[in-house]
């Protein structure tokens, strides 16, 4: 008799907090899916903003929306031929709009208190005019064990994804509070936020970063007027995917990608009215499944169970080595 009245409150505990756990996740997901894309210029009153990693991808897709609603766009990517034939797509769909050119290497390293090339040719590109709405979209994944992949190539990673975003943040939110402008930084994270990345341990940590970063800054900067938002995209068909064709997971996430045009559209229905947003069904899954399983204990199962699969295997044969 105790046994069962004890059971009965433990299942009724349960069923409450699961249902409380589900409803505070699913319900502003609902209310989300019923925004409509803004006006950014009606929005901030702006004319400017700048994208990185804006040649392809998410980041061409976003400077395209903007470019619609009349805003001039920096566009901040490596200096390569994707960079030079997407300005001239760019002006050539849309006359009337000014798109300034930043071809540069974001994950360039400098010493402490030294502005790296990137961040000098920024400034020189934008110090006449006022950017009001600020993308950190630029990043990329180098696969890899870690302890095997160079230290170079690793802090390549490292500055592109993270390093980049919190130096061009840091620059224009600054100028944003100086000059009391209203203004929208955006920070483009990945559904790979939830999970620990194995074989993309730097890519994992710096979406991380990045989330944890603009979660800080939407309350620091808000009383300036100054939204942020972070995006989770779910996989989406770009160049993200060019040269990890061997990995069996990512080659995974390529086949369901979505079209960049979501990611994007995405962050003109959140701007000043969520903060982090979960684009795609695979958010919602990944989201889901860590409520249900500890992250601690997702941990251990990932530690124990990653050298059984594929990839990790593939990897250890590379590098010619055998699991204990």
């Known amino acids: 008799m105790v046994f069962a009245y004890i059971g009965s409150i433990l299942t009724t505990i349960c069923a409450v907090v699961g ?10 997901i609902l209310i989300y899916s019923r925004f409509d894309e803004q006006d950014l210029r009606q929005k901030y009153g702006a004319k400017w903003a700048i994208v990185t990693g804006g040649s392809s ?13 009349r805003i001039n766009v920096v ?4 200096d390569d031929s994707i960079l030079k034939t997407s300005m001239g797509q760019f002006r050539a769909e849309f006359p009337g709009i000014q798109f300034r050119e930043v071809g540069c290497d974001l994950s360039e390293e400098v010493g402490t208190g030294q502005d790296p090339e990137y961040i000098k040719r920024i400034k020189e590109k934008t110090n006449d005019i ?5 993308f950190n979209n630029a990043g990329f994944i180098k696969p890899g064990l870690f302890a095997f992949n160079s230290l170079p190539s690793i802090l390549a990673n490292y500055n592109t994804n993270a390093t980049s975003a919190t130096r061009i943040t840091h620059h224009f939110s600054k100028l944003l509070i100086d000059k009391k402008l209203p203004g929208l930084i955006t920070f483009t994270s990945s559904s790979a936020y939830w999970v620990p990345t194995v074989l993309s341990a730097v890519y994992g940590c710096t979406k991380s970063y990045l989330a944890q970063l603009g979660a800080v800054l939407a309350a620091e900067l808000r009383p300036f007027g100054v939204d942020v938002v972070v995006l989770h995209p779910s996989p989406t068909n770009s160049n993200f995917y060019q040269n990890v064709k061997d990995v069996a997971v990512l080659s995974g996430a390529k086949a369901i990608s979505l079209h960049p045009s979501y990611p994007a559209s995405a962050l003109f229905r959140a701007a000043g009215r969520v903060i982090i947003v979960d684009q795609g069904s695979v958010n919602w899954a990944f989201k ?37």
Do not use: H
């Open 57 to 69: 991808g998410i980041g061409a897709a976003i400077v395209r929306k903007l470019a619609a609603q």
């Open 288 to 324: 889901l499944a860590c409520r249900l399983i500890d992250w601690n204990v997702l941990v251990e199962i990932l530690a124990a169970a990653s050298k059984f699969t594929g990839d990790f295997s593939k990897e250890m044969k590379r590098i010619g080595a055998k699991a204990r």
């Open 130 to 134: 006022d950017v009001q709405l600020i």
């Open 75 to 78: 566009v901040v990517a490596l």
């Open 19 to 28: 249902a409380i756990v589900l409803t505070t996740y699913l319900l502003p």
